[in-house]
């Protein structure tokens, strides 16, 4: 089992910035990929940001440009730096971490508890 910890979101206000972090902890060994999600109310979650053990990484084309990914194996650590945030932006986001039988944004995988990210206008 992997637990995940978020911290880091807030409010801020446009083109602004905000750094997120996530923090593994239990089986770390067993995680290959880890990934932000985020949701708004009333729409289903979508996955932002992902990167591998190795470092390859993914981006959803609204955030390419403005978001960074990066991780730290030796931390256990994953961090999402937001830059030039718009209020589209806002959003609960979610750290996930994704096992051996299961990929990055299956139920049946690790997920932190989100932490909320509003983008003022």
């Known amino acids: 089992q992997v637990q995940l910890v978020e911290s880091g979101g807030g409010l801020v206000q446009a083109g602004g910035s905000l750094r997120l972090s996530c923090s593994a902890s239990?089986?770390?060994?067993?995680?290959?990929?880890m990934g932000w999600y985020r949701q708004v109310p009333g729409k289903q979650r979508e996955l932002v940001a992902s990167i591998t053990r190795t470092g390859r990484t993914y981006y959803e084309n609204s955030v390419k440009g403005r978001f960074t990914v990066s991780r730290d194996n030796t931390k256990n650590t994953m961090t999402l730096q937001m830059n030039s945030l718009k209020p589209e932006d806002t959003a609960v986001y979610y750290c996930?971490?994704?096992?051996?039988?299961?990929?990055?944004?299956?139920?049946?995988?690790?997920w932190g508890q989100g932490t909320q990210v509003s983008v003022s206008s």
């Open positions: 239990g089986s770390v060994f067993s995680i290959n990929v």
């Open positions: 996930n971490a994704d096992n051996p039988d299961y990929g990055l944004g299956s139920a049946l995988t690790s």
